[in-house]
């Protein structure tokens, strides 16, 4: 296997949190004014981004792919459980996506929905074909773009200096609004380990992950959150065309689109490997660019804030029960059938996230909620019975 390097790897997660997805969850924020907004953004993407770093770091020492990872707590045929939900839920991050950038390129040029998203399903395809390792030079390009052309949305947004003025919605609070932060790095939690098992310095390729992809989607929500607070736009299409960037939002749209959803697409195609021996994940991957691309263009996706929610209540006790196995117990359940004591930890853990959303934490509920399910690990393997 070809293995990555600290730079590759910090690139692959700039191409991740330049997204649309993380700009048009920003605008949710306005409401708070920018200050409270700000430090709910900051304070979010922290806690994410702890638990994005433990999540790949196991990945890197084990070698493992962030499904086989998951056999290390639960064991093989109980993994089995969270990879087929990790493919589930990246195919719809596939089709949210794909959806998204269709929907804002043709604010820009009109030709047609579902035009967009055969381009940019084709332009996936094409990703997936060359393979992650293989990228190089395109993915240096695509970045250099990316990073110029968003510096100049920032120019254009945060250029007039005064709020635009308009009614902004009714204010989420605080705690609601670390939450939606914390989201998005959580919802990256089921496939960082697919990324940073191949590279050559775990340590260091975990770290420039997570840093790079901290400060690029801190980045991405403020802009969403900008734009609503300082040109009264929460649609980024519009501002792009309002500032005359015509051909150069195109590409901001479309290559944002492609290098996050790309993500997606492969990592379902390598958490399908672990479901199957039969399925190949470069072909899997193609066949889930093609399933998103084909929902995209058949159903409505405007609001994913209740996707996200979901995903944190299924992955985040999920990556505690992890965490606290390869740190803590140091306990390694890949060569059993079933973990059923660490089941049971993630159906409490589950439960506990759910019920938890109903209550008015200020810094969340993902944060208890693994705090919980790790106290209950700990507790579990003090009890009386047989060791593993």
Not at 42 to 56: E, M, Q, R, S
Not at 86 to 102: E, H, P
Request: charge should be neutral; charged fraction near 10%; proline fraction near 2%.
């Amino acid at each position: 296997m070809k293995k990555t390097s600290v730079f590759q790897n910090g690139l692959i997660w700039f191409g991740a949190g330049v997204s649309l997805a993380e700009i048009l969850t920003g605008t949710s924020f306005a409401p708070l004014g920018f200050a409270r907004g700000f430090a709910a953004i900051v304070t979010g993407h922290a806690i994410g981004c702890a638990l994005f770093f433990l999540a790949g770091l196991i990945g890197g020492r084990s070698g493992r792919s962030a499904m086989e990872t998951v056999k290390m707590s639960f064991g093989q045929k109980g993994g089995l459980l969270f990879a087929a939900l990790n493919v589930l839920q990246l195919v719809g991050w596939t089709a949210i996506m794909i959806y998204d950038g269709a929907l804002a390129a043709g604010g820009i040029f009109s030709a047609g929905h579902w035009v967009w998203c055969l381009v940019t399903g084709g332009l996936i395809l094409v990703w997936i074909l060359v393979g992650v390792t293989n990228l190089g030079w395109i993915n240096q390009v695509s970045m250099t773009a990316l990073f110029v052309l968003t510096v100049v949305l920032c120019w254009v947004i945060f250029g007039s200096g005064a709020p635009a003025g308009r009614e902004l919605g009714e204010a989420m609070s605080f705690g609601a609004a670390v939450e939606l932060a914390v989201a998005m790095p959580l919802s990256w939690l089921p496939l960082v380990s697919d990324y940073t098992r191949e590279a050559e310095k775990p340590l260091q390729a975990t770290l420039a992950s997570t840093v790079v992809y901290g400060l690029v989607s801190t980045w991405m929500y403020t802009i969403g959150m900008g734009a609503a607070i300082f040109t009264g736009e929460s649609d980024i299409a519009v501002i792009m065309v309002k500032a005359g960037l015509g051909a150069a939002a195109l590409v901001i749209l479309i290559l944002s689109t492609v290098t996050t959803t790309f993500l997606d697409a492969w990592s379902a195609g390598i958490s399908a490997e672990s479901l199957s021996p039969k399925l190949k994940g470069k072909w899997t991957a193609a066949a889930v660019a093609a399933a998103g691309t084909a929902g995209a263009m058949l159903f409505p996706m405007d609001d994913i804030t209740g996707f996200l929610y979901l995903i944190g209540s299924v992955f985040a006790p999920m990556i505690a029960i992890q965490i606290a196995d390869f740190f803590l117990l140091k306990r390694d359940r890949f060569s059993a059938d079933f973990d059923g004591r660490n089941l049971a930890v993630w159906v409490i853990g589950f439960l506990a996230y759910r019920g938890l959303m109903g209550v008015d934490l200020i810094v969340g509920c993902t944060l208890a909620d693994m705090a919980l399910t790790i106290g209950l690990c700990l507790l579990a393997d003090k009890l009386p019975g047989k060791r593993s």
